[in-house]
């Protein structure tokens, strides 16, 4: 006998009922972060901020490094932004398009904060898991190492090490991975400690899978949104670190220059009245480290909702 | 109580060492030595020179010695540029300037932040709770850095109320900007911290069964919530001096206020190494004496904590 159309359709409805798609962790965090406007205009403002460090070289009018003679002592009336001279933001102290600077410097600034960040993302997540994972006596070691380290002045180590072996960019970013991913170690071992009980990590021990990659296959993916949230917090206090060490003068060497080095430049000459030489620097400065703390703290609330 | 302080002794000897080593091994790979100048001397007067300070000795002699004397003697060796001063002068000169200004501005920051944090959850959702809210992430893109021009730019160039620098014995109009500068960034901080955690605790039972006893709100806070409230912020304590110390290199170097800062800034420059790691060494057991501090008393108010 054959059922009744009406039920045929109702069993029909049931089945395309049972395929709605699950919504999956990442939709949830994207749909919640969108919600939050200040973290959408950050985003956006960081957007242009990226755009602005990538392509803006290629709206300035004079090269970055050209000295234009003719305005030296004469700067405060002759260097002020203007779109005539093609000095969009005026010129710095010593005649160079400060457009062009604010640019470079702005990239140097967030490569450093994103390289900082990245050597935290690896490092720090593998070997937090690796110490979590294994526990007992490797894990008081390794830990042990992070606590160590945590207590090292590594401001002044690092200003030591960049006096010694010669200030570079690439020794910035030494002595920037040496310490940032302390803290993500941290982290990321604190939450493999919880993960790790978990049944879908006996079952891999149960049959048989090498330690290595139960790691990086079940134990890594999961801690990928707490990774996230700090790594994009990681980045503006990466910023900061490099600034403070250029605005001592002992970061990034001329005449490549980041925004501490064009920060400090313009307060030495801040009372002669070029008051656009700190204001453009300090500007992207501000804009790029409030963007960074509230697109991480939307992601923090958009992916780690325990955290409310 | 007192075999956790022994325990955590036992950690924080080693980490000083382990720095002891760490910049005398970067000093000693420093390409010239200290006596290397445009106008080379004699050799023969140059290993004359070299011997007086024991530089012609190895490796394990020379790190030997200088542990030894940095231990036993607090003696951190000549400086190499400065001919009638030794690295211990030049601490003993700048370091009470950093402490004068840099206790302060940790007293201000822990204050006003404190205060703020639990204004601003006791009236949660109030003006008072925005602003303090927009304070303390307005204040936590102005590291000490950004801090110090825009506040000589106001005070000193625009309303002309205090001196651009200098230290003048620590008279207060000079310790004004400094402490401000260097208060800021880390006032912004503890107030967020304050302000979140005493919203947890204000949440809890025994909160509420204080306030249901019919204690009022002024005695809860103080008697009841401010303890465990201010567990998170003591552990933010730690990181807080290390930045306050650090710090005081760019206000030193920014106001002219002779302290530690000056000269570490300086003798980067001249590459005056002695000196550098001289002050290196302080900063790190002052930083690892701290963090000692803090957990003991963490361990002291926190009853959860098995020591």
């Given at each position: 006998?054959?059922?009744?159309?009406?039920?045929?359709?109702?069993?029909?409805?049931?089945i395309?009922?049972?395929?709605?798609k699950?919504?999956?962790?990442?939709?949830?965090?994207?749909?919640?972060?969108?919600?939050?406007?200040?973290?959408?205009?950050?985003?956006?403002?960081?957007?242009?901020?990226?755009?602005?460090?990538?392509?803006?070289?290629?709206?300035?009018?004079?090269?970055?490094?050209?000295?234009?003679?003719?305005?030296?002592?004469?700067?405060?009336?002759?260097?002020v932004?203007?779109?005539?001279?093609?000095?969009?933001?005026?010129?710095?102290?010593?005649?160079?398009?400060?457009?062009?600077?604010?640019?470079?410097?702005?990239?140097?600034?967030?490569?450093?904060?994103?390289?900082?960040?990245?050597?935290?993302?690896?490092?720090?997540?593998?070997?937090?898991?690796?110490?979590?994972?294994?526990?007992?006596?490797?894990?008081?070691?390794?830990?042990?190492?992070?606590?160590?380290?945590?207590?090292?002045?590594?401001?002044?180590?690092?200003?030591?090490?960049?006096?010694?072996?010669?200030?570079?960019?690439?020794?910035?970013?030494?002595?920037?991975g040496?310490?940032?991913w302390?803290?993500?170690?941290?982290?990321?071992?604190?939450?493999?400690?919880?993960?790790?009980?978990?049944?879908?990590?006996?079952?891999?021990?149960?049959?048989?899978?090498?330690?290595?990659?139960?790691?990086?296959?079940?134990?890594?993916?999961?801690?990928?949104?707490?990774?996230?949230?700090?790594?994009?917090?990681?980045?503006?206090?990466?910023?900061i670190?490099?600034?403070?060490?250029?605005?001592?003068g002992?970061?990034?060497?001329?005449?490549?220059?980041?925004?501490?080095?064009?920060?400090?430049?313009?307060?030495?000459?801040?009372?002669?009245?070029?008051?656009?030489?700190?204001?453009?620097?300090?500007?992207?400065?501000?804009?790029?480290?409030?963007?960074?703390?509230?697109?991480?703290?939307?992601?923090?609330?958009?992916?780690?909702?325990?955290?409310? | 109580?007192?075999?956790?302080?022994?325990?955590?002794?036992?950690?924080?000897?080693?980490?000083?060492?382990?720095?002891?080593?760490?910049?005398?091994?970067?000093?000693?790979?420093?390409?010239?030595?200290?006596?290397?100048?445009?106008?080379?001397?004699?050799?023969?007067?140059?290993?004359?020179?070299?011997?007086?300070?024991?530089?012609?000795?190895?490796?394990?002699?020379?790190?030997?010695d200088?542990?030894?004397?940095?231990?036993?003697?607090?003696?951190?060796?000549?400086?190499?540029?400065?001919?009638?001063?030794?690295?211990?002068?030049?601490?003993?000169?700048?370091?009470?300037?950093?402490?004068?200004?840099?206790?302060?501005?940790?007293?201000?920051?822990?204050?006003?932040?404190?205060?703020?944090?639990?204004?601003?959850?006791?009236?949660?959702?109030?003006?008072?709770?925005?602003?303090?809210?927009?304070?303390?992430?307005?204040a936590?893109?102005?590291?000490?850095?950004?801090?110090?021009?825009?506040?000589?730019?106001?005070?000193?160039?625009?309303?002309?109320?205090?001196?651009?620098?200098?230290?003048?014995?620590?008279?207060?109009?000079?310790?004004?900007?400094?402490?401000?500068?260097?208060?800021?960034?880390?006032?912004?901080?503890?107030?967020?911290?304050?302000?979140?955690?005493?919203?947890?605790?204000?949440?809890?039972?025994?909160?509420?069964?204080?306030?249901?006893?019919?204690?009022?709100?002024?005695?809860?806070?103080?008697?009841?919530?401010?303890?465990?409230?201010?567990?998170p912020?003591?552990?933010?304590?730690?990181?807080?001096?290390?930045?306050?110390?650090?710090?005081?290199?760019?206000?030193?170097?920014?106001?002219?206020?002779?302290?530690?800062?000056?000269?570490?800034?300086?003798?980067?420059?001249?590459?005056?190494?002695?000196?550098m790691?001289?002050?290196?060494?302080?900063?790190?057991?002052?930083?690892?004496?701290?963090?000692?501090l803090?957990d003991?008393?963490?361990?002291?108010?926190?009853?959860?904590?098995?020591?």
């Open positions: 006998m054959l059922p009744n159309p009406v039920e045929m359709d109702s069993v029909v409805d049931a395309e009922l049972s395929q709605v699950g919504r999956s962790l990442w939709a949830d965090a994207r749909t919640r972060f969108m919600r939050n406007k200040a973290a959408v205009v950050s985003l956006i403002l960081l957007a242009f901020v990226a755009l602005f460090a990538l392509f803006g070289g290629y709206l300035a009018e004079w090269e970055r490094d050209f000295v234009d003679f003719s305005l030296t002592g004469r700067n405060a009336h002759l260097g932004p203007s779109f005539e001279t093609g000095h969009f933001f005026g010129t710095d102290n010593n005649g160079r398009d400060l457009y062009a600077r604010v640019v470079q410097g702005t990239g140097i600034s967030l490569m450093v904060g994103i390289v900082g960040a990245m050597v935290a993302v690896v490092v720090g997540t593998l070997y937090g898991a690796t110490a979590g994972y294994f526990g007992g006596r490797l894990d008081g070691i390794m830990m042990r190492i992070v606590d160590v380290l945590m207590s090292i002045p590594f401001m002044f180590v690092l200003i030591l090490m960049l006096v010694i072996f010669g200030r570079s960019i690439l020794m910035l970013f030494l002595g920037i040496l310490i940032s302390l803290d993500m170690a941290r982290i990321a071992r604190g939450q493999t400690l919880t993960i790790k009980n978990k049944e879908f990590v006996e079952v891999a021990v149960a049959t048989g899978v090498h330690p290595i990659k139960i790691i990086l296959r079940h134990i890594v993916p999961n801690l990928l949104g707490i990774v996230i949230v700090y790594a994009t917090l990681l980045v503006p206090n990466m910023i670190f490099e600034s403070f060490i250029s605005f001592l002992l970061g990034v060497q001329e005449p490549n220059t980041s925004l501490g080095a064009l920060i400090n430049e313009g307060a030495g000459t801040m009372q002669y009245g070029t008051l656009w030489q700190i204001a453009f620097p300090l500007f992207f400065f501000v804009v790029t480290i409030f963007a960074f703390f509230f697109v991480g703290d939307g992601l923090r609330d958009a992916l780690d909702p325990k955290d409310r | 109580m007192f075999s956790f302080v022994a325990r955590r002794l036992a950690v924080a000897i080693p980490t000083l060492l382990i720095l002891v080593v760490l910049s005398f091994i970067l000093m000693y790979a420093a390409p010239g030595g200290p006596f290397n100048s445009e106008r080379p001397l004699p050799p023969e007067v140059l290993a004359n020179i070299e011997a007086k300070y024991g530089l012609d000795q190895p490796f394990w002699k020379r790190i030997y200088y542990i030894v004397g940095v231990v036993l003697h607090f003696d951190f060796g000549p400086s190499f540029k400065f001919k009638d001063r030794s690295v211990n002068d030049i601490i003993a000169q700048g370091f009470p300037v950093t402490l004068t200004y840099g206790s302060i501005a940790f007293l201000v920051a822990i204050v006003v932040g404190v205060s703020l944090g639990v204004a601003a959850a006791v009236k949660q959702n109030s003006w008072l709770d925005y602003l303090a809210v927009g304070i303390s992430i307005g936590q893109v102005l590291p000490n850095f950004v801090m110090a021009p825009i506040l000589l730019l106001t005070f000193t160039l625009w309303l002309g109320w205090l001196p651009g620098g200098g230290w003048n014995g620590g008279q207060w109009e000079h310790l004004v900007m400094p402490v401000i500068a260097l208060s800021t960034s880390y006032m912004a901080s503890i107030a967020r911290i304050t302000r979140s955690s005493m919203l947890e605790v204000l949440n809890t039972n025994f909160i509420r069964t204080a306030q249901a006893k019919g204690l009022s709100m002024r005695r809860v806070i103080w008697k009841h919530a401010m303890k465990p409230a201010m567990l912020v003591l552990s933010y304590l730690g990181p807080a001096f290390v930045g306050m110390i650090t710090g005081s290199v760019v206000i030193d170097s920014f106001f002219s206020t002779g302290g530690i800062g000056t000269f570490f800034v300086n003798s980067a420059f001249t590459r005056d190494y002695s000196v790691m001289g002050i290196t060494i302080l900063v790190g057991s002052l930083t690892i004496l701290f963090n000692l803090v003991v008393l963490y361990a002291w108010i926190d009853p959860k904590i098995r020591y």
